[in-house]
C-alpha cells in the first residue's frame, strides 16, 4: 500500500510560479515511477508528467513542455512538480499517482495509487 499526500498548490497570477510536492509512505518509493496529472473542470483527467524509478527520464505533455519540471527524492520519498511561466489554462486539480509500470506510464490506466489532489487556479 502507498500513500501519497500533496502539498504546494494555490492561488497565482498568470506568469507565476508554484511548486507541488508530493509526499508518499508505505512501499519502497524507489521501486515506483511517480506521475503528475491534472483535471480540469468538466473535463476528463490528463497526463501531465511522469518520471521513472530513478529520476533519469521524465515525459511532459506538450501543453507543458518548456514549463514543467518533475523530479524525484527517492531519499525523501517526494516527487515534484515545478511550474513556471502558469496559464489561466493550466488552473485544475493537480494529482500524484504511483505506478509499478516500467513502460507506457503516460496513462493513468497505469496507476494503482493516487492522492487526493491540490487546486492549482491561475488568474489572468
Known amino acids: 500500500q502507498v500513500q501519497l499526500v500533496e502539498s504546494g498548490g494555490g492561488l497565482v497570477q498568470a506568469g507565476g510560479s508554484l511548486r507541488l510536492s508530493c509526499a508518499a509512505s508505505?512501499?519502497?518509493?524507489?521501486?515506483?515511477?511517480m506521475g503528475w496529472f491534472r483535471q480540469k473542470p468538466g473535463k476528463e483527467r490528463e497526463f501531465v508528467a511522469t518520471v521513472n524509478r530513478g529520476g533519469g527520464t521524465t515525459i511532459y505533455a506538450d501543453s507543458v513542455k518548456g514549463r514543467f519540471t518533475i523530479s524525484r527524492d527517492n531519499a525523501e520519498k517526494t516527487v515534484y512538480l515545478q511550474m513556471n511561466n502558469l496559464k489561466p489554462e493550466d488552473t485544475a486539480v493537480y494529482s500524484c499517482?504511483?505506478?509499478?509500470?516500467?513502460?507506457?506510464?503516460?496513462?493513468?490506466?497505469?496507476?494503482?495509487?493516487w492522492g487526493q489532489g491540490t487546486q492549482v487556479t491561475v488568474s489572468s
Open positions: 499517482a504511483a505506478s509499478a509500470a516500467v513502460f507506457d506510464t503516460t496513462s493513468p490506466t497505469m496507476y494503482r495509487y
Open positions: 508505505g512501499r519502497t518509493f524507489s521501486t515506483l515511477a
